[in-house]
């Protein structure tokens, strides 16, 4: 009888799905380097290599940093330490904001200072929404985010009108400024950010400072869908909810 339940138990732990695998640095800086072939070439334990041979850390040695510190202070490790999660929108766990911990020099060093020239020099004009709204909008051209979003931009167009009007007028993409809560560059300021209609909209700090952050979303899951296939996170996937808002972060979707 032993044998028999023992047999049966095995059996029904065959049937449960595999538990998640907790990546290792070593995996998560081999999906950051397949996700921008053009700007790097290799890491090590410690280091990445961009393409004109610059080496910079990948992680400050400082474990155990606390929600505010890494949303202000985070390494390249740091910035891929919670998985972006697949499929429907629900509503994230406390502090749960996979992408919003950016590290400031990355991003810097991928596509410019906004406040010099450097992040100007590689902006190109696209038509967004050409059949919709037909408005030129400035983005960057580095790694393929302009022509990222005219794709976005025609498979949006493609959708019943009810679902696209989400997505224009936008409410913008380059913008040199700071994240309200953090001090650190948007992504926004490297014009690799689109902001989509602000009427139907949600933004956690819109529901006003309490313990608990009562979640809202009205982007219809369609457009989230062609975003996140072309490379795009969407903020309505954090617990700091922003649901206008999409950057460019392939080494989140890359699986």
């Avoid at 992040?119 to 190109?124: A, F, K, P």
């Avoid at 929404?129 to 960057?140: A, E, H, I, N, Y």
């Avoid at 809202?216 to 309505?236: A, C, L, T």
Wanted: hydrophobic share 40%.
């Amino acid at each position: 009888m032993a044998a028999r339940g023992t047999a049966c138990i095995v059996a029904l732990l065959a049937l449960l799905p595999p538990l998640a695998h907790a990546e290792s640095n070593s995996e998560l800086l081999d999906r950051l380097v397949r996700a921008y072939p053009d700007a790097l070439s290799a890491h090590d334990d410690t280091t990445i290599t961009w393409r004109d041979g610059t080496v910079m850390p990948v992680d400050d040695g400082v474990s155990g940093k606390p929600f505010d510190q890494l949303l202000r202070n985070a390494s390249i490790l740091d910035q891929m330490r919670q998985p972006y999660p697949s499929g429907p929108a629900a509503a994230p766990a406390p502090d749960v904001d996979p992408g919003r911990f950016r590290n400031e020099a990355f991003f810097k060093k991928m596509y410019g200072d906004c406040h010099t020239a450097e992040v100007r020099r590689n902006l190109v004009t696209i038509t967004w929404l050409p059949r919709s709204w037909g408005k030129p909008v400035q983005v960057t051209r580095v790694n393929g985010v302009a022509e990222r979003l005219k794709q976005i931009s025609a498979e949006i167009d493609a959708l019943d009108p009810a679902l696209r009007a989400a997505a224009f007028p936008i409410a913008g993409v380059l913008s040199c400024r700071a994240v309200a809560d953090t001090g650190r560059m948007s992504m926004h300021g490297y014009a690799a950010a689109i902001d989509l209609n602000l009427k139907v909209s949600d933004y956690w700090l819109w529901a006003g400072k309490s313990k608990t952050i009562p979640y809202k979303n009205r982007m219809p899951r369609e457009i989230v869908d062609i975003f996140e296939r072309h490379g795009f996170i969407w903020g309505g996937k954090w617990y700091h909810y922003d649901t206008m808002h999409f950057e460019y972060r392939p080494e989140l979707l890359e699986k």
